[in-house]
């Protein structure tokens, strides 16, 4: 589904908004206890956050291919989860993309205060028009479901990802505009009467696309993409449906206490099939 200019500036100044004010709701990717538990999943060892959760999974399943020399990552927003990569010696040089041009401001100065300058090049711009070098690390994390076009965001990933490279990705998966399907809904609103809340409701696309027209426009294509485009990669579900789907926006607060519980749920839910979120990695051999 191909977008506007208008829709673009649209998506962009809603993420400047976004990452510049604080958001009370609870949201799954602040939570360390959520963290620890797909710590284990996808990489067999606890962790406490964004960053450490990707370090791990890359070096648990290709622990000889870091340092990556150079690498790329497209709608990297703040780019914190690459600040880590690059703290933890993973990688030596990051190019990030991103089309909010606060955002990509803010990123350029935490990476200046941080002593990362040499190491990062921010960049706002659209990554699939400006982009024609190849990079050892392809890095997508939570992004990916924001592109007009899975087949031709992972097209370009393959073209840009050089010989004993590294596609990285870590994203929403589900369907398009989080329009869940009648048996999600009842099987995550069966799944959390334990929690005394309210049940989860299929949200409207239009209040969605209002927001940020580019939000899970073409998610579902993904996993089908990534089967035909590489059929080798490594893929690990993720779950999802109850710290995404049921939990993530309520104006509410879970102590960290109680997450471990839910998200041997969620893990239910992951076991039979039920998988919002997906972990790819697949090495260019």
Known sequence: MPLSDNDLKQAADWWD????NDDPRWHWSKSPAVFDSLGRLSAGKTCSGPGEFVANA???????LPPFKNAVSVGCGLGLKEFYLLKAGLV???????????????????????????????????????EQGTFDLVYWDNSLHHMPSSLEALLWSKQRLAR?????INDYVGPNRFQFSDQMLALCNEAIKPLEISHVVRPDPAVIIK??????????AIVPAMRRLFPSAMHIPL????????LSGRPMKISEDVVPDIMALDKMLRDHGLSLYSMYLYKND
Do not use: N, W
């Open 164 to 168: 004993g490279g590294l596609l990285f």
């Open 211 to 220: 927001d940020d027209p580019t939000e899970a426009i073409d998610s579902a």
């Open 58 to 64: 890359i070096t648990a399943h290709y622990p000889q």
């Open 239 to 246: 779950g999802g449906v109850i710290y995404f789907m049921a």
């Open 92 to 130: 030596e040089h990051f190019i990030l993309y991103d089309l909010a041009p606060k955002v990509v401001d803010t990123a350029r100065k935490t990476a200046e205060e941080s002593g990362l300058g040499h190491a990062v090049t921010c960049i706002c711009g659209d990554a699939f028009a400006l």
């Open 17 to 20: 908004v976004y990452y510049h």
